[in-house]
């Protein structure tokens, strides 16, 4: 089957596309993220019914500063977009939500959009928008999370399925030096995503916490191994044995 959905393979070759200023659909993919067949299957239906729309298919894991610029926090992840401006966007799988949107996009002009390089979107819940009850309740809660167990990874997705390439490699890191974990998904609690942040003074994902205390995300973990640093800061009890 035909289809003008195509895999753009250079940054030059994508800033080309996005010159023209048309309405356009930005695919955010990775080998390993099961969860992509499912939306591209969808993807390709809508581009053949929205011929005239460029659907543009991008591998997260080799265009890391575009999917910093589009603040992409996981794939999948499709954008709408008019040139480089963001219109609007679909993170993980969500059929309806998807269909809506390219009805209502692609069918008519739209006027007024985000910057691909502005902040965060507005129906992101910030820190300072949480009540002071709200917060001391959540803070709490954070605390309980952190040391639920000896060793808790904080990641985009789960260890099964992954959403990110940082969790990905962090998951594999963990399960490589046989040490034992528990995790929680931040991509579906956008209070706890946003609050953790404040709480470790720490602002990206993955975090790692041993015993309860922010060891850091997946640079500093690898810095550690790399050192030979990294197995003393772990609990024996969540050091598997090794056959």
Request: some cysteine; proline content about 3%.
């Amino acid at each position: 089957m035909s289809t003008n959905m195509k895999a753009v393979q250079t940054q030059e070759e994508l800033l080309a596309h996005l010159q023209t200023k048309n309405i356009s659909v930005l695919f955010f993919t990775a080998e390993w993220a099961e969860a992509c067949n499912q939306v591209e299957t969808m993807l390709v239906v809508l581009a053949e019914k929205y011929s005239k729309i460029e659907f543009l298919k991008l591998d997260a894991d080799q265009f890391e500063e575009v999917v910093e610029g589009y603040e992409i926090e996981a794939v999948p992840t499709v954008l709408f977009v008019r040139g480089k401006e963001v219109i609007d966007r679909v993170e993980g799988v969500e059929p309806q939500k998807l269909t809506s949107l390219a009805d209502s996009i692609l069918l008519s002009s739209v006027s007024g959009s985000s910057s691909i390089f502005g902040t965060a979107e507005e129906a992101r819940v910030s820190s300072a928008s949480i009540s002071q009850e709200n917060k001391a309740a959540l803070t709490k809660r954070i605390e309980s999370l952190v040391a639920q167990q000896p060793v808790m990874v904080f990641i985009k997705g789960s260890p099964n399925q992954p959403r990110c390439g940082f969790s990905k490699r962090l998951v594999e890191t963990l399960k490589r030096l046989n040490v034992s974990f528990g995790y929680f998904d931040i991509l579906s609690d956008e209070d706890v995503r946003q609050e953790l942040k404040v709480y470790s003074n720490w602002p990206t994902y993955p975090q790692l916490y041993s015993s309860g205390e922010l060891v850091g995300g997946i640079d500093i973990v690898e810095e550690m191994i790399n050192s030979d640093e990294f197995l003393d800061v772990i609990p024996e009890t969540a050091k598997a044995l090794s056959n």
